[in-house]
């Protein structure tokens, strides 16, 4: 469904946030001898809108294996991402960030009404969502040479939500800079991602919200949902048509539904990000075509 489509996009993007603020750390512990005190002086560099917090933390030269657990990230004084524990493995070494990092991520927390998060977390507040809990996997290559940012492996497990699998691939995303890294991976062009969402408790939350406002049984709600797609494909290109097909057999059958964009479309992560409404269902069903991407509901 189109809300469900926009929560996986934030929250794909909130994770690739987080890891684009630790890599750094993880790139001080094999580069330097002194890594406490560097990862010290990183994390005081960082400070402004947002910081790091952190607790113990062990590193094994001979296996590139990092631990550090009770991550903190607030970002405008409010608390906006906790990792209980988090494992780097294959890490191998670049700067400013390392190339090739698989992190394994325990006890996450993502704080939902944060100021960070603007509408989409006061959305997402609504529908009782203050704290999204995760835990999972995501594996990631930066090119020097190539300099395509690629996720191979993205498996994030969010309660009460679903689970998340996928790829992703961002063109033109090196620099010597991280946070330079951090605006090419949302704005370079073309983007390319595929994520599929098994739900486990999102659609039901947003369809049982709606039931609640506007005072409909699930029959109604069931036809208002197939005449709305019909009204709105009628007159849409073939892609369109079959967007629309795919997401009311998610919204009415389904349990799982998969989200592509293809290089093909000429989009960055922000535009595909910004071309989603949450001001109205109308607008969320129009937003597909906006954002061209690709929907295939099981």
């Known amino acids: 469904m189109a809300l469900s489509s926009k929560k996986i996009i934030i929250f794909v993007v909130s994770i690739l946030v987080l890891l684009i603020i630790i890599a750094p750390v993880v790139s001080y512990f094999i580069a330097n001898n002194n890594a406490k005190s560097k990862v010290a002086e990183f994390t005081k560099s960082m400070q402004g ?9 062990s590193y094994n030269i001979i296996n590139r294996h990092l631990k550090i657990s009770d991550i903190n990230v607030s970002c405008d004084n409010e608390k906006a991402l906790f990792i209980k ?24 927390t993502v704080y939902t009404a944060a100021k960070v998060f603007k509408e989409y977390g006061e959305y997402a507040s609504k529908l009782g969502y203050n ?4 835990q999972g996997r995501i594996t990631y290559t930066l090119g020097r040479v190539s300099k395509d940012f690629k996720i191979v492996t993205f498996n994030i497990n969010a309660d009460n939500i679903g689970l998340i699998q996928g790829q ?12 330079v890294i951090y605006n090419n991976i949302l704005n370079s ?24 406002i506007a005072e409909l049984d699930n029959n109604t709600i069931d ?23 795919q997401l ?3 919204l009415l059958t389904g349990n799982t539904i998969s989200i592509s964009l293809s290089e093909n479309n000429n989009k960055s992560l922000s535009e595909t990000i910004n071309s989603f409404d949450i001001t109205g269902y109308r607008k969320l069903l129009n937003s597909f075509k906006n954002a061209q991407v690709e929907l295939v509901a099981k």
């Open 131 to 134: 704290n999204i809990n995760f």
């Open 223 to 245: 036809e208002k949902i197939k005449n709305a797609v019909y009204k709105r494909a009628l007159d849409t290109d073939n892609k369109t048509k079959a967007n629309y097909t």
């Open 85 to 108: 524990e988090a494992e780097f493995n294959h890490i191998v070494s670049g700067i400013p960030v390392p190339l090739n990092v698989q992190a394994d991520l325990k006890g996450g």
């Open 168 to 179: 992703m691939k961002v063109p033109n995303a090196y620099d010597t800079d991280v946070k």
């Open 248 to 250: 009311e057999k998610f």
């Open 49 to 57: 809108a947002c910081s790091i917090q952190y607790g113990d933390v």
């Open 189 to 212: 062009r073309p983007a390319s991602f595929t994520f599929d969402f098994s739900d486990k408790g999102l659609k039901n939350t947003v369809i049982s919200k709606f039931m609640q």
